[in-house]
């Protein structure tokens, strides 16, 4: 438990701080839990309302970005199932930034060879250990348990 809170309140007693702060009742057992995630975060008290889980990307939703991303490139030969499966850990934001230096690159490879560059899967794929995944295990963990404890339905 944080060193913020002490050590000795009982699960019941977690749940009055919360419906203290946001008028929110939650079962004493997911209280405890949930105080210790809203210290580990810093989470502003003030305000309560409800939490969000919020995961990876699945294949297909991956996919759609990748083909926007794919799209406004000079692209060759590309094996999208390929960069699918090998983008599992990545946010949107992560499939961004790689997009954005694969396009560097590409930019930089036609001004310096004075020739087309097209992008192909081996370009994306040498410039991805440039770019680190934002999801880990233990996130991707986390948000399922956070789906099952949390869920209404």
Same mark, same amino acid.
């Given at each position: 438990?944080?060193?913020?809170?002490?050590?000795?309140?009982?699960?019941? =007693?977690?749940?009055?701080?919360?419906?203290?702060?946001?008028?929110?009742? #939650?079962? /004493?057992?997911?209280?405890?839990? @949930?105080? &210790?995630?809203?210290?580990?975060?810093?989470?502003?008290?003030?305000?309560?309302?409800?939490?969000?889980?919020?995961?990876?990307?699945?294949?297909?939703?991956?996919?759609?970005?990748?083909?926007?991303?794919?799209?406004?490139?000079?692209?060759? =030969?590309?094996?999208?199932?390929?960069?699918?499966?090998?983008?599992?850990? #990545?946010? /949107?934001?992560?499939?961004?930034? @790689?997009? &954005?230096?694969?396009?560097?690159?590409?930019?930089?490879?036609?001004?310096?060879?004075?020739?087309?560059?097209?992008?192909?899967?081996?370009?994306?794929?040498?410039?991805?250990?440039?770019?680190?995944?934002?999801?880990?295990?233990?996130?991707? =963990?986390?948000?399922?348990?956070?789906?099952?404890?949390?869920?209404?339905?």
């Amino acid at each position: 438990m944080s060193e913020n809170v002490p050590e000795n309140l009982s699960p019941e =007693e977690y749940a009055g701080k919360i419906f203290e702060i946001s008028g929110v009742k #939650f079962e /004493p057992e997911i209280a405890a839990d @949930l105080w &210790e995630k809203i210290l580990q975060h810093k989470w502003l008290l003030s305000r309560f309302d409800c939490i969000i889980p919020v995961g990876g990307l699945n294949d297909d939703e991956r996919r759609t970005i990748l083909e926007y991303y794919l799209s406004r490139l000079n692209t060759g =030969e590309i094996d999208i199932d390929r960069i699918v499966k090998d983008t599992s850990r #990545f946010t /949107p934001a992560d499939i961004q930034y @790689l997009f &954005e230096q694969v396009a560097q690159f590409a930019f930089e490879h036609e001004i310096a060879k004075k020739e087309d560059h097209k992008v192909t899967t081996e370009t994306i794929f040498q410039i991805m250990p440039r770019v680190r995944p934002s999801m880990t295990d233990e996130i991707l =963990e986390e948000f399922e348990r956070d789906s099952q404890t949390y869920a209404r339905v």
